[in-house]
C-alpha cells in the first residue's frame, strides 16, 4: 500500500514537470534510504498501474537504494551499516550512532528531446 501511495505522488510531479517543460517524459529515478525502502517489484507495479493512460505510460522508473551508514563512537569512523555484521568496519567497536538515513527523493526525470 505504500508503494501506491508513493507511486501516484511520484506521477503527479512528474506530469506536473512534463506540463512546464512541455515534453514526454521517458524515464525517471527515484532513491530511498533504507528506513524509508520501497519493494522494487511492488513500486514498479504500481507505478505502472498508475501511469496507464497518462503522458508517462510506458516510462521507466529506477530505484536506487542508499545504504544506512553509522558513526563509530569509538574511533569515528562513516560506515556503511550491514545487518549481518553489525558493527564498525575499522575497529570493530559496536558502540556506534545511525547517521540520519536517506529521503525518499525523486531525482531525475528523462524527457523526450
Known sequence: MHETMVAESILRTI?????????KPISAIISCGQF??????????????AAAGTICEKMTLEIKHIP???TCK?????FEFDVSKP?????????YVFQP???LL???????E
Open 36 to 49: 524509508n525502502t520501497l519493494n522494487d517489484e511492488v513500486m514498479s507495479f504500481a507505478f505502472e498501474t
Open 87 to 95: 558493527h564498525c568496519a575499522a575497529c570493530e567497536s559496536s558502540d
Open 15 to 23: 506530469i506536473e514537470q512534463a506540463e512546464q517543460v512541455n515534453a
Open 68 to 70: 544506512l551508514r553509522a
Open 101 to 103: 538515513d536517506a529521503p
Open 106 to 112: 525523486l531525482e531525475t526525470i528523462e524527457f523526450e
Open 74 to 78: 569509538q574511533c569515528q569512523t562513516i
